[in-house]
């Protein structure tokens, strides 16, 4: 890495860099040495009288995350001079230690990925840039120092409410988001941004090619340069070109009107990147929305959250649509949308990602199906462990599924309201003067089903909680979760409850915020924590 960042770091060769500022997030555990959670060193200008004497500054007060007891984060932001960044490289290759900011930090066991260059955002955002400071004009290099085991950081996969935290008091300080950029955790980042040039893309209205245009920063000696340049429509490769040799500009054979286009553009004499594009479109037409607001309301009466009838009165609104520009009609576009959407349906049946159960009549297909489905799910994400989240859930509902885990030893949890199903009262109810028994209590019934059903429990490790009594607190949905799986939490929602699944019309479908739902689980699980919570546990 040391041998790559040398020449990129020659004056004038990318950029005029003199000094390196470093944003570092940590975190300190009581009594212990602070420790990495992500760090960016950017090179920078403007500051040639940074010396070693520079210390860290820290741009937020303590910050305290939910669920990490005695740890306290901060961000802290360090001027270094130029050679620091060499210096510290070496050093930690021969000693481990790292210490870039002029203190010591406690990193994993960091290894160097291939370089990347990240380009500014185009019509697809660039996730890196969330991160990355300033990427707006040419782009930048990024070297990256992998922590590849995380080991300090496991909890904030764990829960990853917990990096939203953090990331949400950080980037109120410094505007770094990387709540969805969890893979960064532990690393050092080190960005050097391309500032001698900066690049002007133009694609005219009545042409079949875009301009290039190259704005050479003052004192810098123009340079002969080349470009690439190209156009891909449903992963097809649409036009591609590479241009003669250019120094302020130039034109390249592409149609930049019809597909989004990227492109790259390297100094001649160096080989080296100097820009990049993200793929981008050109305006071709924008679709605008007038609302008038209509004279007569629409009212009514209606029961407030108190149950009160009260009067109400709802403002109509009239919404015009006007185009500018090129009117969307039934091109390519259009077709591929509706084959796209034909796939995704399916391959969502296929994974189970949303799945429509239907019953006729007097017919048990759909439970049987929906059955299926659910174990089917528990099979392929369970590896790492399956919670299901029901107000009535049963022993008979675990039977039905839970037990079907096929991955023998790992965690599997139950969590019920403690009641028993909504049950359809029969007509006549029991015979005048008849005694009947007092029922055993719900915890009760469930032990003496799984007593005589549970078989070896061979392989098992179940749990089965009710969240009644102290520290619990009732629920309503109904979720089916995979807690550890290997890119983070899984979760879908079931749509009614164990017992009636297939039974009436309800849809099954993945969730989009799996870690949240894993996260809400797990509050109540750890709230329930008490024997009288326990129903019953395999070992």
Not at 439 to 463: I, K, T, Y
Request: charged share 20%.
């Amino acid at each position: 890495m040391r041998e790559q960042l040398r020449p990129l770091l020659e004056h004038g060769r990318i950029g005029r860099f003199d000094h390196v500022e470093l944003i570092e997030v940590t975190a300190t555990p009581r009594d212990a040495q602070p420790l990495n959670v992500l760090s960016l060193a950017v090179l920078a200008e403007g500051r040639p009288d940074v010396g070693d004497a520079d210390r860290p500054q820290f741009l937020t007060p303590r910050i305290r995350v939910e669920s990490f007891r005695n740890w306290s984060f901060g961000v802290a932001r360090t001027l270094r001079p130029l050679p620091a960044l060499d210096q510290t490289l070496e050093n930690y290759a021969q000693t481990g230690v790292w210490a870039l900011s002029g203190c010591s930090l406690q990193v994993g066991a960091l290894r160097p990925e291939p370089p990347m260059f990240a380009p500014p955002d185009g019509s697809v955002a660039v996730p890196l840039n969330r991160v990355l400071k300033n990427n707006f004009w040419a782009g930048s290099y990024v070297f990256r120092l992998l922590d590849r085991q995380k080991l300090h950081l496991t909890p904030f996969f764990a829960d990853r409410r917990r990096l939203q935290q953090l990331s949400d008091a950080v980037s109120a300080a410094v505007p770094i988001a990387f709540a969805g950029l969890a893979d960064l955790l532990g690393d050092v980042l080190i960005q050097v941004p391309v500032t001698v040039v900066v690049p002007g893309v133009v694609v005219p209205r009545d042409g079949d090619h875009l301009r290039l245009d190259t704005t050479w920063r003052p004192g810098t000696s123009p340079r002969a340069l080349t470009a690439t340049a190209r156009a891909k429509w449903d992963e097809l490769l649409t036009g591609a070109v590479v241009s003669e040799q250019l120094e302020r500009g130039g034109n390249l054979a592409i149609d930049g009107r019809q597909r989004p286009i990227e492109m790259e553009v390297l100094d001649v004499g160096t080989g080296a990147l100097l820009i990049a594009t993200a793929p981008t479109s050109v305006f071709r037409g924008l679709t605008l929305n007038s609302h008038m607001r209509r004279h007569e309301p629409r009212l009514f009466s209606a029961a407030d959250h108190d149950g009160v009838i009260r009067p109400e009165r709802v403002g109509l609104i009239a919404t015009t649509r006007t185009v500018v520009g090129e009117n969307p009609s039934q091109d390519a576009d259009f077709w591929l949308g509706r084959r796209q959407n034909l796939e995704e349906g399916r391959r969502l049946e296929e994974t189970r990602d949303f799945v429509q159960y239907r019953p006729a009549a007097g017919s048990s297909a759909e439970r049987a199906r929906a059955l299926a489905d659910i174990r089917f799910l528990i099979a392929r994400h369970g590896e790492g462990g399956v919670d299901l989240w029901d107000p009535y859930l049963t022993a008979a509902d675990l039977l039905q599924t839970l037990f079907w885990c096929p991955h023998g030893g790992v965690l599997l949890r139950g969590l019920s309201d403690g009641s028993d199903p909504p049950r359809v009262t029969r007509p006549g109810g029991a015979e005048p003067g008849s005694v009947q028994p007092p029922p055993a209590s719900f915890a009760d019934r469930q032990r003496g089903l799984l007593a005589r059903h549970g078989g070896n429990l061979e392989g098992l490790r179940l749990e089965y909680r009710n969240s009644r009594g102290p520290g619990g607190w009732a629920f309503h949905d109904r979720f089916l979760i995979f807690p550890n799986g290997p890119n983070g939490p899984l979760a879908w929602s079931l749509g009614t409850s164990v017992n009636s699944l297939g039974n009436a019309h309800h849809i099954l479908q993945r969730v989009s915020n799996p870690a949240l739902i894993a996260g809400a689980f797990q509050d109540l699980w750890s709230a329930v924590d008490q024997p009288e919570h326990v129903v019953w546990r395999s070992w």
